[in-house]
């Protein structure tokens, strides 16, 4: 992951230092104080993972487009001076309650490699895709934002799914820059001692320019989020330093296991650990941490 893309006109959103973002995000609505947190043990088929999000992303947006649907009738009728009865009026104030929560959900997937749109574009795709099937890695086509990256066995990767417009203040770039990345940078110092660099490059990085243990890139759908973060806790290098990742050529990958060798912390720990960090940027007060395994499919 490394780029954000916005909505469905494929509009890409970079980095940029000059904007300035609120320092603190509010729950505009009462099911947006609880962050559900849905741990998926063991190693996940990516397709499934993939398709679990989608799920859920889906879900958020139809419940959207009723709430839509229920605020316009609602406004309709107070505007030619009619009323709902009590029965209607609490109805309506039932469904709308129903709102889906803040959702984190954290995989250890299967090694693959996945290219965001732009690669749909590259013309040596077929043959890089040899090579990595010759690693023993798939490929997989993703409606997110930037170019070639690995997912596997010893990273943690994070997809949140939520409404951008019920947190005060809170604009994708903001999102990306002071949520998505600042929790990684806040999980690595916290626990692992570990103080780590932001750049214009998308990721968290051990030194200035150099040594990415963190990748970022995120969909936005009617301001629904989907996909996220990996953070590199303890995977086989190679796959991530063999060819270049997310279109960063001089740029080398570590992670926490590599930095921290007497480490033994594992993705769910590693989940749990980002789960609450994320939660204390949004000032989310409550992390339910759920387990997927009936989730899988």
């Known amino acids: 992951m490394s780029k954000c893309i916005i909505g469905r006109s494929s509009i890409l959103f970079k980095r940029y230092n000059s904007t300035k973002c609120a320092t603190k995000f509010t729950p505009l609505c009462e099911n947006y104080k609880t962050l559900r947190h849905i741990h998926f043990p063991g190693i996940t088929p990516f397709s499934q993972g993939q398709k679990i999000q989608n799920a859920m992303v889906n879900a958020n947006l139809d419940f959207k ?5 229920i ?30 929560f803040p959702t984190l959900l954290t995989f250890e997937f299967e090694n693959v490699y996945t290219g965001g ?12 895709i040899e090579e990595y099937e010759a690693m023993g890695c798939k490929f997989h086509q993703l409606e997110r934002g930037g170019q070639i990256t690995w997912h596997g066995q010893g990273q943690l990767v994070a997809y949140v799914i939520l409404d951008l417009k019920q947190f005060s203040n809170l604009s994708v770039k903001c999102f990306v820059d002071s949520v998505l990345l600042k929790a990684i940078r806040e999980t ?22 150099d040594d990415k243990i963190a990748s970022v890139g995120c969909n936005i759908q009617r301001a629904i989020t989907s996909y996220g973060i990996a953070l590199n806790i303890s995977p086989d290098l190679k796959f991530l330093n063999t060819s270049p990742m997310c279109g960063l050529p001089d740029v080398s990958a570590t992670s926490i296991k590599e930095l921290k060798h007497d ?20 000032n989310i007060t409550t992390v339910e941490h759920m387990s997927g395994e009936d989730l899988k499919l």
Do not use: W
Not at 65 to 69: Q, V
């Open 65 to 69: 487009k009723l709430e839509s649907k």
């Open 71 to 100: 605020r316009k009738q609602q406004n309709e009728i107070a505007s030619k001076g009619y009323k709902l009865n009590e029965y209607e009026d609490n109805l309506l104030k039932k469904i709308l309650d129903m709102k889906p």
């Open 263 to 282: 480490t033994n912390t594992t993705i769910k720990d590693a989940g749990f650990q980002y789960a609450k960090e994320l939660a204390k940027l949004l």
């Open 188 to 209: 690595l110092k916290k626990n692992y001692s570990l103080d780590s660099f932001t750049n214009a490059n998308p990721g968290v990085f051990m030194s200035e320019k």
């Open 117 to 128: 749109k732009k690669m749909k574009k590259d013309s040596e795709i077929g043959s890089k």
